[in-house]
């Protein structure tokens, strides 16, 4: 059983910075993505950033791009998104989810290739 669980949202005001946390377990291969994805109310899921467990490379959004890194701890059981510079447009649910197969991050949609979420955590940046 695959289980992920999100920490580490909350509120900020904008130009500010969160860590989001996602803790994993119960993978049966080591060669999986672990994705950031948000949705906020009325759109559609869209993809932030994601990794390859296995050797670290990571993808990003155009928005999230040049303001967001996504790592992993040494063990491989941590995911992390570091957000800085926040923005209003930022304000969203967040999960954190995984694939067993890849590309990790193929498009806007790339949501739809991945088969076990976290729960999702709140996001909001005001201004």
């Known amino acids: 059983q695959v289980q992920l669980v999100e920490s580490g949202g909350g509120s900020v005001q904008a130009g500010g910075s969160l860590r989001l946390s996602c803790a994993h377990s119960g993978y049966t291969w080591s060669r999986t993505c672990v994705g950031w994805f948000r949705q906020a109310p009325g759109k559609e899921r869209e993809g932030v950033a994601s990794?390859?467990?296995?050797?670290?490379?990571?993808y990003y959004s155009d928005s999230a791009k040049g303001r967001f890194l996504i790592s992993q701890d040494g063990a491989e059981t941590t995911v992390y998104l570091q957000m800085n510079n926040l923005k209003p447009e930022d304000t969203a649910m967040y999960y954190c989810?995984?694939?067993?197969?890849?590309?990790?991050?193929?498009?806007?949609?790339?949501?739809?290739?991945?088969?076990?979420w976290g729960q999702g955590i709140q996001v909001t940046v005001s201004s």
């Open positions: 990794i390859y467990r296995n050797g670290g490379v990571t």
């Open positions: 989810a995984t694939r067993s197969g890849g590309p990790c991050f193929s498009g806007p949609r790339t949501y739809r290739t991945y088969d076990y």
